[in-house]
């Protein structure tokens, strides 16, 4: 069975620090996918990334940078010179090649604070 | 037009009465979900809708009935339901169900059942 943790249940930071969230993932599955999502106060979750188990080479977008290590089972996200207007709440997401079926995360609340 | 739209935002109803909530896609998407998110849970998969036909009902009680009418329109019928209900529940639509596209999520409706 799918299973994705993530231990961080609160982070708060100051701005223009960097801050990593942590993802690990459990799949019997060969062939799979994980996705971050960002909830912002507004409650709509936002699409950032999806990786497949396949692409190894770490992602960089803007201050957003992410890093799959299948030896660890973990795909953890960073975000570089933290601002207020990231503070949300993070999930992290797994899905086998079969369905669709996206299993979440429990989530990590980030707080910038000025 | 946003991609997802969800309404009402907030639905506040009594554990006698019926109410809808209504979820739209403007993406030119086939599968369509919905999810409900509690308080320190992870998001919760309810619904699973592809091409019209429902292809997953993930244990979820009858007080809680879907409705897929077109490819674009999901709504989730709601009748004598639980303080426990309250919750936010998220729409949300995919290119197709069983590749595993991500999702694109609308802003939820905060229920409240009293």
């Known amino acids: 069975a799918q299973k994705v943790t993530q231990a961080q249940t609160e982070i708060s930071v100051v701005e223009k620090e960097d801050v990593t969230l942590d993802c690990v993932y459990e799949?019997?599955?060969?062939?799979?996918?994980l996705f971050w999502y960002k909830q912002p106060p507004s409650g709509e979750l936002v699409f950032l990334i999806r990786?497949?188990?396949?692409?190894?080479q770490n992602e960089i977008s803007g201050r957003y940078s992410w890093n799959f290590q299948k030896s660890t089972s973990s795909f953890n996200f960073t975000i570089t010179a933290s601002q207020v207007v990231d503070s949300a709440v993070y999930f992290c997401?797994?899905?086998?090649?079969?369905?669709?079926?996206?299993?979440f995360g429990a989530g990590t609340r980030l707080t910038v604070k000025p | 037009e946003t991609g997802v739209t969800q309404t009402p935002r907030h639905l506040v109803m009594g554990m006698t009465n019926k109410k809808s909530l209504k979820c739209e896609q403007h993406?030119?998407?086939?599968?369509m979900y919905w999810y409900k998110q509690s308080a320190k849970k992870p998001l919760e998969l309810m619904f699973v809708?592809?091409?019209?036909?429902?292809?997953e009902n993930n244990s979820v009680p009858s007080r809680f009935s879907p409705e897929c009418p077109n490819s674009s329109h999901l709504f989730l019928h709601l009748h004598t339901l639980q303080p426990e209900d309250s919750a936010l529940y998220l729409c949300?639509?995919?290119?197709?169900?069983?590749?595993?596209?991500?999702?694109?999520f609308g802003p939820g409706t905060r229920l409240t059942v009293t």
């Open positions: 949300a639509s995919s290119q197709d169900h069983g590749n595993p596209y991500e999702q694109y």
């Open positions: 997401a797994l899905s086998e090649a079969e369905n669709n079926d996206m299993r």
């Open positions: 990786r497949n188990s396949f692409d190894e």
């Open positions: 799949t019997r599955d060969t062939t799979y996918y």
């Open positions: 809708y592809s091409l019209e036909e429902r292809v």
């Open positions: 993406l030119g998407h086939n599968a």
